[in-house]
C-alpha cells in the first residue's frame, strides 16, 4: 500500500513539473521564429514622420520577437519598387513579404490599371518563391480613382491576405498624423498592429 502511494506521489509530481516547466511560462502567440520577413513599399514602409525605430517595422518586429527588414523607400512608385523588387526582396529568400505601395501612384496621377499591373508583377513574383504577401491597401473616399477595389480584386485573384484600408482612422486623426500624408509614431503603432493581426489570421 505504501508502494503505490509513493508510486501515485512520483506520478503526480511528474505530471505537474511537466505542466509547470513545459507547457506554462508566458505565451506569445505572435512570436514568429526562423522566418524572414521583408517590409516592402514607400514611406508608409520607411517610416517618414517616425521617431528613432518607431517606423511600423521596428514595431512589428517588437510585437512578432524576431527581426523585420525595413525595405521601404520613400516616394516610390509601383514602377519603381518593381525595378528593385529583385535586389530588396527576392534575392534575400523572403518568408513573408507585407507591402505598402500605390499611394503615390494614387498622388501622382498614374493610370490604376498601370500601377495595379505593377503590382500584381510583384505580387506574383514574390508568391512564386514560395513566400506569403500581406497588402496594406489604402482607399481615399474622395479621390480613390478606383484604387480600393483594384487591391480587393488584386487580393482575390492571387490570394494575397489583404488589409482594405491601411490608414483607416489614421488620416485626417491630428493625434496619429505627423503631417497630412504620414503617419507618427502612435499611427505607425497601429498600422504595424493591423498587420500582426493578419500575420496570425493567415
Not at 521564429?33 to 517588437?62: H, N, V, W
Not at 505593377?118 to 506569403?132: D, F, H, K, P, W
Amino acid at each position: 500500500m505504501k508502494k503505490l502511494f509513493f508510486i501515485i506521489l512520483a506520478a503526480t509530481i511528474a505530471f505537474l513539473g511537466y505542466r509547470i516547466f513545459i507547457t506554462a511560462g508566458p505565451v506569445n502567440k505572435g512570436v514568429i521564429r526562423g522566418q524572414t520577413i521583408i517590409c516592402f513599399g514607400d514611406s508608409l514602409t520607411y517610416g517618414t514622420g517616425a521617431g528613432k525605430e518607431m517606423d511600423y517595422p521596428s514595431q512589428l518586429s517588437k510585437m512578432i520577437g524576431t527581426p523585420v527588414i525595413n525595405a521601404g523607400v520613400p516616394g516610390d512608385t509601383t514602377a519603381r519598387a518593381l525595378q528593385r523588387l529583385e535586389r530588396d526582396v527576392l534575392s534575400k529568400s523572403p518568408d513573408l513579404v507585407l507591402i505598402t505601395l500605390g499611394g503615390n501612384d494614387l498622388k501622382n496621377g498614374v493610370a490604376k490599371d498601370r500601377a495595379f499591373q505593377n503590382l500584381r508583377i510583384i505580387v506574383e513574383s514574390i508568391q512564386n518563391t514560395g513566400a506569403g504577401v500581406i497588402l496594406g491597401g489604402i482607399k481615399f473616399p474622395i479621390r480613390d480613382r478606383g484604387f480600393g477595389r483594384a487591391y480587393q480584386e488584386l487580393s482575390e485573384e492571387t490570394g494575397a491576405v489583404l488589409i482594405a484600408n491601411i490608414f483607416d482612422g489614421i488620416m485626417g486623426n491630428r493625434n496619429l498624423m505627423s503631417d497630412p500624408i504620414h503617419p507618427n509614431d502612435a499611427g505607425y503603432q497601429i498600422i504595424a498592429e493591423r498587420f500582426h493581426e493578419a500575420m496570425r489570421q493567415r
